[in-house]
C-alpha cells in the first residue's frame, strides 16, 4: 500500500528539486539542466536571447560565464505553493571577458533574478526567470543602478 504524498511533502520536493537545479547552475555544473528540466520544456522568457530549450539556457549560461568567469549565484528566498516554486537569486561576477559586444570593464557586479518554475514527476517543467538586466548594465557603465 502506497502513502498519498501529503502537500507538505511535494513542496519539499519540489523545493528540492529547485535547489538542485539552481545550485548547480549557480556554480556553473550545467550538466544539471539536462538532469532536472523536462526534456521537452519550453523557455519563453529566454527566447529573445537564445533558443528556449535546455540546450538554449546551456548556451545563455556558457556566455555569460564567458564574460563573467567567476560567475555565482545564489538564493536568498524561497518558497513553494503546490507544484510551484518561486525563488530569488543574487548573481555575482567579474566582467573580464567581452560582454554584449563590449571589451571587459574588470567590475564586478551583483544582480538581483526570480526564478518561478513548476515541478511535476521529479522534473521542472515550467521555468520563467526575470533578471535585473538594467542593473547589470549600470553597474558596467559605472552608474549605481
Known amino acids: 500500500m502506497t502513502e498519498q504524498a501529503t502537500t507538505q511533502d511535494v513542496q519539499a520536493q519540489n523545493i528540492a528539486l529547485y535547489r ?3 545550485d548547480g547552475v549557480g556554480t556553473g555544473r550545467l550538466k544539471v539542466i539536462d538532469e532536472v528540466l ?3 520544456i519550453k523557455l519563453p522568457t529566454i527566447g529573445d536571447l537564445v533558443e528556449p530549450t535546455p540546450a538554449g539556457l546551456k548556451q545563455m549560461n556558457q556566455q555569460f560565464r564567458a564574460s563573467f568567469p567567476d560567475l555565482h549565484g545564489t538564493i536568498g528566498q524561497i518558497f513553494a505553493f503546490g507544484h510551484w516554486v518561486a525563488a530569488r537569486l543574487t548573481w ?3 566582467n573580464t571577458g567581452e560582454f554584449m559586444g563590449k571589451p571587459p570593464t574588470g567590475k564586478t557586479i551583483s544582480i538581483s533574478e526570480l526564478e518561478i518554475v513548476r515541478c511535476e514527476d ?3 517543467v515550467d521555468l520563467r526567470q526575470v533578471a535585473d538586466l538594467a542593473s547589470l548594465m549600470a553597474q558596467l557603465e559605472g552608474d549605481q543602478g
Open 20 to 22: 538542485q537545479f539552481a
Open 38 to 40: 523536462a526534456a521537452d
Open 122 to 124: 521529479g522534473r521542472i
Open 92 to 94: 555575482t561576477g567579474t
